[in-house]
Protein backbone atom coordinates (compact mmCIF):
# COMPACT_ATOMS: atom_id res chain seq x y z
CA UNK A 1 0.00 0.00 0.00
CA UNK A 2 1.57 3.13 -1.00
CA UNK A 3 1.33 6.00 1.29
CA UNK A 4 2.51 9.59 1.59
CA UNK A 5 3.43 10.82 4.67
CA UNK A 6 4.91 14.04 5.61
CA UNK A 7 8.04 12.32 8.10
CA UNK A 8 10.38 14.64 10.24
CA UNK A 9 13.58 14.24 8.25
CA UNK A 10 15.76 14.21 11.18
CA UNK A 11 14.03 12.01 13.10
CA UNK A 12 14.13 9.59 10.26
CA UNK A 13 17.84 9.73 9.40
CA UNK A 14 18.68 9.05 12.98
CA UNK A 15 16.80 6.58 13.06
CA UNK A 16 18.66 5.01 9.98
CA UNK A 17 21.95 5.46 11.74
CA UNK A 18 20.52 3.91 14.52
CA UNK A 19 19.00 1.17 13.27
CA UNK A 20 22.04 -0.13 10.53
CA UNK A 21 19.63 -0.28 7.87
CA UNK A 22 19.89 0.61 4.48
CA UNK A 23 16.87 2.07 3.39
CA UNK A 24 13.65 4.58 4.67
CA UNK A 25 11.19 2.36 4.18
CA UNK A 26 12.87 -0.54 6.67
CA UNK A 27 13.50 1.42 8.92
CA UNK A 28 9.45 2.53 8.96
CA UNK A 29 8.53 -0.73 9.17
CA UNK A 30 11.02 -1.77 12.05
CA UNK A 31 9.80 0.95 14.01
CA UNK A 32 6.26 0.51 13.15
CA UNK A 33 6.68 -2.95 14.81
CA UNK A 34 8.75 -2.01 17.90
CA UNK A 35 5.79 0.95 18.19
CA UNK A 36 3.02 -2.17 18.37
CA UNK A 37 5.43 -4.63 20.42
CA UNK A 38 5.63 -1.78 23.01
CA UNK A 39 2.26 -0.81 23.33
CA UNK A 40 1.26 -4.60 23.75
CA UNK A 41 3.75 -5.25 26.53
CA UNK A 42 2.46 -2.12 27.85
CA UNK A 43 -1.30 -3.87 27.78
CA UNK A 44 0.21 -7.22 29.34
CA UNK A 45 1.72 -4.97 32.34
CA UNK A 46 -1.96 -3.11 33.02
CA UNK A 47 -3.39 -6.49 33.60
CA UNK A 48 -0.69 -7.40 36.35
CA UNK A 49 -2.05 -8.13 39.64
CA UNK A 50 -5.50 -8.48 38.65
CA UNK A 51 -6.03 -11.61 37.40
CA UNK A 52 -6.16 -14.59 39.96
CA UNK A 53 -3.29 -16.97 39.85
CA UNK A 54 -3.97 -20.57 39.30
CA UNK A 55 -3.68 -22.74 42.72
CA UNK A 56 -3.12 -25.79 41.06
CA UNK A 57 -0.11 -24.88 39.08
CA UNK A 58 3.05 -26.66 39.20
CA UNK A 59 5.77 -24.75 38.00
CA UNK A 60 8.57 -27.79 38.60
CA UNK A 61 6.44 -29.93 36.51
CA UNK A 62 6.99 -27.00 33.55
CA UNK A 63 11.36 -27.82 34.77
CA UNK A 64 11.21 -31.22 33.80
CA UNK A 65 12.13 -32.25 30.18
Known amino acids: MA ?4 IDNQLLQEAL ?4 L ?3 K ?3 NIAL ?4 SR ?10 G ?3 PDKNYD ?3 GRED
Open 3 to 6: TNLA
Open 17 to 20: LISG
Open 22 to 24: KTK
Open 26 to 28: DTV
Open 33 to 36: KEFV
Open 39 to 48: RKQLEILELF
Open 50 to 52: KLD
Open 59 to 61: YKK
